[in-house]
């Protein structure tokens, strides 16, 4: 399964910020503080991707083979009041 093919509404996005509903999904986070363009960011965003390459690896010959070369990155401060 190609990810980014089988879920279209999820990697497409509209001119305006919108509310969306996502399906049930399985997500790897690593939490922290600091800044976007950081060795340390980059290094979290490259163990996601190693992590996420090993899991496909893992099922590449199996009926839960995925392909996926997308490492979201979302950087959070504040929820907007707007969103509760």
Known sequence: MNIQQQY???YTASGEPEIVEVSKA???SIMGSGSPGTNIFY???KA???FTEA????LAD???AFTSNIVDS???NKIPESFL
């Open 8 to 10: 279209t509404d999820y």
């Open 26 to 28: 399985s997500y790897i």
């Open 43 to 45: 290094a979290k965003k």
């Open 48 to 50: 996601i991707a190693a």
């Open 55 to 58: 899991v496909s690896s893992s």
């Open 62 to 64: 199996t009926d839960k």
């Open 74 to 76: 979302f950087v959070l």
